[in-house]
């Protein structure tokens, strides 16, 4: 019975050793400002996209949800290459809440508000976006992204077409 009861407690003491320690309000502090920095960065790279640049960002494991459609990343990072020339987004972000998951985990959300303009013109946007992000290597990266946006409001054809709220 005492072997038992030392094997026990010598599992317990291996099992507790490997847990990682809990996140201390200051580390999750940390994490928020470097998440928040990562977000920021991406942001600004919008304002003149290089494209190769902005797939950086994703890690290649990334699933971005938009309209209820998935997004792997392979088709992603193509698609972003495909942007045309002269497309820029200008875009704030407000009420942002970072929540931290792990030491190398975290998600970032708010709503976002800006123009976008491209060879057509530009347009007002607004709309929510979440990122789930995971550092590796060192680095922050999207492994999630959703966003969302108003949904066309609309009207009967005898009043026109469909409006944006």
């Given at each position: 019975?005492?072997?038992f ?33 990562r ?52 875009l ?29 013109g ?7 976006i ?17 966003e969302?946006?108003p ?7 005898s ?7």
């Amino acid at each position: 019975m005492k072997r038992f009861k030392l094997g026990a407690a010598l599992a317990a003491l291996s099992l507790s050793a490997c847990a990682p320690a809990p996140l201390t309000d200051a580390r999750k502090t940390e994490i928020t400002t470097e998440v928040t920095q990562r977000v920021t960065a991406f942001v600004r790279q919008l304002r003149a996209p290089v494209a190769d640049s902005v797939v950086a960002f994703y890690d290649s494991s990334m699933v971005f949800g938009r309209a209820g459609v998935l997004v792997p990343f392979e088709s992603l990072a193509v698609n972003t290459r495909k942007w045309p020339a002269g497309l820029s987004a200008v875009l704030g972000m407000n009420g942002a809440k970072v929540v931290v998951l792990a030491p190398d985990a975290a998600v970032y959300s708010a709503r976002l508000s800006g123009i976008v303009k491209d060879s057509t013109g530009q347009r007002e946007v607004t709309g929510a976006i979440t990122f789930v992000l995971q550092k590796r290597g060192g680095v922050w990266r999207f492994v999630a992204a959703h966003e969302s946006s108003p949904l066309v409001q609309w009207v009967h054809e005898s009043e026109g077409a469909a409006q944006r709220p």
